[in-house]
C-alpha cells in the first residue's frame, strides 16, 4: 500500500478515524477496482483509465435496497441514475465509477454482470455510475474499456484497505494540476452521538494549484513547478457511507456536506468541473418484494438531537477532506498519452511548508 497522509503526520480534523481510515470501515461496504494501463509513455494511444466498483452492502442490492441522496454542486458531469435517486431515495445498484465516455459501457456492462449473477433481479435495475475525465492521459477515443474490465472491478470489491492513488477510475486522473485518483478516509463519532461511522470515497479530478489547502495551509502556492503542460478543469465524484439510520433528505444533506470538504481543499466547483456527492446508508434493508417497510430513522431539528446529525456533518467534511489529501499523497507520477504527465505532488515540500505553519502533528 502506498503511504497515506497520517503515515506522514498529516491529520485532517479532530475526529477519530476508523481503523482502516476508509469507506470500508462502514460494516459491509466492499470496494474493486479494475486499472487498465496500455501502450508505452508517449505513445498517442497510450490508455491510462480504469473502473471502480463500491457495494454499499456485503448482499445484493438490487434485492436489498439502501437509502441514499444526492447533491450536485457544480454539473458539468453525469451521474447515470440521478433521476431514480432523487425520487425514490434509494441506491438499487453497485455504484460504478469510470472515465467520462465510458459510463455508457460501464452502464450496459454492469446490467449484464448483474443479468449474470441474477437474471430476474437485473430486469429492473438501474444501475449509478458516475464519471470523471481522464483524456489528458487516456486515448478515450480508442474506447478502451469493455465488459470484462467493469465485471473485474465488480468481482473483485472486497472490505478492508483499499487501494489509493493512480487505480481503477483515479488511474488517469489529476487533482490540483498534480497527479489524483482515488482517496478514501473515515471518522468514527463519539457515543453520545451515537457511535456510528462515517466512511468516504473520492475520486478525483479537479482544482487550480494555487488553490490547493491542506489542513488549511495554502500550499499550492508555493508549489509553483512540476505543473502539466496544460490546465484542465476537471471534476471529482465523492461517495459516503454511513451506519446511522438516516432518511433520504437526511443522506441528501450529507451529500451537500461533502462538497464542504472539497472547499476546505481548495475547491470553488468551477464551471468546467462537475462535483458530485451520493451518500447512502447501511442501516435500513428494504427488501424490494415487501410493499412496507420497517425502519429507523435519526429524527431531525436540534431541539430532538442537537448532536447525532451535526456530528454526521462534521464527520462528513473532515473525512472527504482527507480523502483527498490521501489521493494526492498516494499518487504517483503517470505519463500517458502524447507525453502528457502529472506528477505526484512532493511530499517532503508539502510536509515542510506544514512544519513551518505548525499544522503537521508528531
Known amino acids: 500500500m502506498n503511504p497515506r497522509a497520517r503515515d506522514l503526520?498529516?491529520?485532517?480534523g479532530d475526529g477519530v478515524p476508523g481503523p482502516l481510515n476508509a469507506?470500508?470501515?462502514?460494516?459491509?461496504?466492499?470496494?474493486?477496482?479494475?486499472?487498465?494501463?496500455?501502450?508505452?509513455?508517449?505513445?498517442?494511444?497510450a490508455v491510462r483509465t480504469g473502473v471502480t466498483a463500491i457495494f454499499p452492502h456485503e448482499g445484493q442490492p438490487w434485492r436489498e435496497w439502501a437509502y441514499a441522496g444526492v447533491d450536485i454542486l457544480n454539473g458539468y458531469g453525469e451521474l447515470i441514475g440521478i433521476n431514480q435517486l432523487r425520487e425514490w431515495g434509494v441506491l438499487m445498484s453497485p455504484l460504478v465509477l469510470t472515465s467520462s465516455l465510458q459510463i455508457g459501457k460501464a452502464y450496459d456492462a454492469?446490467?449484464?454482470?448483474?443479468?449474470?449473477?441474477?437474471?430476474?433481479?437485473?430486469?429492473?435495475?438501474?444501475?449509478?455510475?458516475?464519471?470523471?475525465?481522464?483524456?489528458?492521459?487516456?486515448?478515450?477515443?480508442?474506447?478502451?474499456?469493455?465488459?470484462?474490465?467493469?465485471?473485474?472491478?465488480?468481482?473483485?470489491a472486497v472490505g478492508g484497505p483499499v487501494a489509493e492513488g493512480n487505480v481503477g477510475a483515479g488511474t488517469g486522473m489529476q487533482c490540483f494540476d498534480f497527479k489524483g485518483g482515488i482517496g478514501t478516509a473515515s471518522r468514527v463519532l463519539d457515543p453520545l452521538s451515537?457511535?456510528?461511522?462515517?466512511?468516504?470515497?473520492?475520486?478525483?479530478?479537479?482544482?487550480?494549484?494555487?488553490?490547493?489547502?491542506?489542513?488549511?495551509v495554502p500550499v499550492?502556492?508555493?508549489?509553483?513547478?512540476?505543473?502539466?503542460?496544460?490546465?484542465?478543469?476537471?471534476?471529482?465524484?465523492?461517495?459516503?457511507?454511513?451506519?446511522?439510520?438516516?432518511?433520504?433528505?437526511?443522506?441528501?444533506r450529507?451529500?451537500?456536506?461533502?462538497?464542504?470538504?472539497?472547499?476546505?481543499?481548495?475547491?470553488?466547483?468551477?464551471?468546467?468541473?462537475?462535483?458530485?456527492?451520493?451518500?447512502?446508508?447501511?442501516?435500513?434493508?428494504?427488501?424490494?418484494?415487501?410493499?412496507?417497510?420497517?425502519?429507523?430513522?435519526?429524527?431531525?431539528g436540534p431541539l430532538r438531537d442537537p448532536y447525532l446529525l451535526s456530528a454526521v456533518f462534521r464527520a462528513t467534511v473532515e473525512a472527504t477532506e482527507e480523502a483527498v489529501v490521501n489521493a494526492l499523497v498516494a499518487a504517483e507520477d503517470s505519463t500517458g498519452r502524447d507525453g502528457h504527465t502529472y506528477f505526484a505532488m512532493p511530499a517532503d515540500r508539502v510536509l515542510d511548508l506544514l512544519e513551518r505553519a505548525g499544522r503537521r502533528s508528531s
Open 254 to 300: 450529507v451529500a451537500r456536506r461533502a462538497g464542504m470538504g472539497l472547499a476546505a481543499t481548495g475547491s470553488h466547483a468551477s464551471n468546467g468541473s462537475g462535483e458530485q456527492m451520493l451518500a447512502f446508508s447501511t442501516a435500513n434493508r428494504l427488501d424490494d418484494r415487501s410493499p412496507v417497510a420497517d425502519v429507523q430513522a435519526v429524527t431531525d
Open 194 to 216: 451515537g457511535g456510528f461511522t462515517v466512511g468516504v470515497l473520492v475520486l478525483t479530478n479537479y482544482g487550480e494549484r494555487d488553490r490547493l489547502r491542506i489542513d488549511g
Open 9 to 12: 503526520g498529516i491529520a485532517i
Open 23 to 45: 469507506i470500508t470501515d462502514v460494516a459491509g461496504v466492499r470496494v474493486g477496482h479494475r486499472t487498465i494501463a496500455r501502450g508505452d509513455d508517449g505513445d498517442p494511444g
Open 110 to 156: 454492469t446490467v449484464r454482470w448483474i443479468a449474470g449473477v441474477d437474471r430476474a433481479g437485473a430486469e429492473e435495475v438501474m444501475p449509478v455510475v458516475s464519471e470523471c475525465d481522464d483524456s489528458w492521459l487516456s486515448d478515450v477515443l480508442s474506447f478502451p474499456l469493455d465488459d470484462d474490465d467493469v465485471a473485474a472491478a465488480l468481482d473483485g
Open 220 to 252: 499550492g502556492r508555493e508549489l509553483t513547478d512540476l505543473m502539466p503542460l496544460e490546465h484542465h478543469e476537471g471534476s471529482c465524484v465523492v461517495v459516503v457511507a454511513t451506519d446511522a439510520p438516516l432518511l433520504p433528505h437526511q443522506l441528501s
